[in-house]
């Protein structure tokens, strides 16, 4: 692994990377690896992630299919259009979201796991997140369907390595984050265009990510970047082949502020494709803290920047002048992520559910 040695609240100025190889040689090593991967998030909160398995002739047909998409006509993609989903799901034109109750200059289609839904007055409502994604007729763009289903696949697979090295890291055993995944774990994704940035905009505004852990794929063209301590934006240069790994407000929450969520954003001065998975568990599971070695609560209150942690806005508090990563965490998954679209997408909400508005 390599990048920028650092203390808790030293400012980082880039961005670690690292490899799976020595996890997956076997048992030897794997725990001081895990450990140093640990440091680089609880440090930093992002890594580059290089030998990860997955071979370049699919991350080229998955961006082929993904720019493929973006191509169609607004007549095609309106097939799929997300105000047609209770479930938040399908496709947006650019400026449809809104980040810190700011616009994103970005079109995408979102996809999640597919469960049965619930029933339409479920309670409580973020039940009403299961449900069905929306695809094109095959007929539209074949193929599509399959290869981000399987791009689903091999990411949650993936992910659940990468839990498995935080556990480790954490002094916990291997499987312990995947035991609390419950019965239906809903892990989500985005397919990203990004045109030019605005001047004074972004094409997604600061924000924390609400899931597990993201994997996000970045295609050839940069302007994501990071959060340091000291206030300043690092740029998370692309690299061929590799992904980039950061940590979402449930892990902040699950592990006491230990390893926390990093702010960031995207602004670019080219187009721009990209795409995220984000890994997560059943709506229902508990984001209380888990039992940790008492070493890391003391060095999380030996850290303002870890103690001090807090979490996205709610749409409430936005509404009341509240902006940024000012909050406190919700109990459960799935209030957490409701949360997210409450905020995010308010005329989805509106159509959908005009009792929580």
């Known amino acids: 692994m390599t990048g920028t040695s ?13 490899s799976l190889t020595e996890w997956r040689q076997g048992p030897d090593g794997r725990q001081s690896f895990a450990e140093q991967v640990v440091g680089a998030c609880h440090e930093v ?16 047909a998955y961006f082929a299919a993904l720019e493929s998409f973006f ?16 479930h938040f799901r399908g496709w947006e034109q650019v400026g449809a979201e809104l980040t810190d109750n700011r616009v994103d200059y970005r079109e995408q289609l979102d996809l999640s796991t597919e469960h049965s839904p619930y029933a339409p007055d479920a309670l409580p409502a973020y039940l009403r997140l299961d449900g069905p994604n929306q695809w094109l007729p095959e007929s539209v763009l074949p193929g599509f369907h399959s290869i981000v289903s399987e791009f689903l696949e091999r990411m949650g697979a993936l992910a659940d390595e990468l839990m498995e090295v935080l556990a480790v890291g954490l002094g916990l055993e291997p499987r312990a984050f995947r035991t609390v995944f419950g019965e239906r774990p809903l892990s989500f994704a985005k397919l990203i265009s990004y045109p030019p940035t605005p001047d004074g905009q972004a094409g997604v505004n600061g924000h924390h990510d609400a899931g597990f852990l993201t994997i996000l794929l970045q295609h050839g063209v940069g302007g994501l970047q990071a959060l340091n301590p000291d206030g300043d934006w690092i740029d998370v240069p692309p690299t061929p082949g590799a992904f980039v790994i950061n940590l979402g407000e449930m892990l902040q ?7 926390v969520a990093t702010t960031h954003r995207v602004i670019t001065s080219s187009q721009r494709y990209s795409s995220a998975y984000f890994h997560g568990p059943d709506l229902r599971t508990s984001l ?25 806005a709610k749409r409430d508090e936005l509404l009341a002048g509240g ?22 997408y308010p005329e989805v909400v509106r159509l959908h559910y005009p009792d929580m508005v």
């Open 71 to 86: 191509a169609l006509p607004g007549s095609a993609k309106a097939l799929i259009d997300k105000r047609q989903s209770p």
């Open 253 to 259: 929450s699950m592990t006491g502020n230990y390893l």
């Open 6 to 18: 650092l203390a808790s609240d030293t400012a980082f100025t880039d961005i670690p990377v690292v």
């Open 288 to 312: 209380d803290p888990i039992a940790l070695d008492p070493r890391f609560a003391e060095a999380v209150q030996a850290s303002p920047r870890h103690r001090d942690a807090a979490f996205m």
């Open 45 to 60: 909160g992002f890594f580059t992630l290089i030998d990860h398995g997955i071979d370049d002739s699919f991350i080229a």
């Open 323 to 344: 902006s940024g990563t000012t909050s406190t965490p919700a109990p459960v998954f799935g209030e957490q992520m409701w949360n997210y679209y409450v905020r995010s």
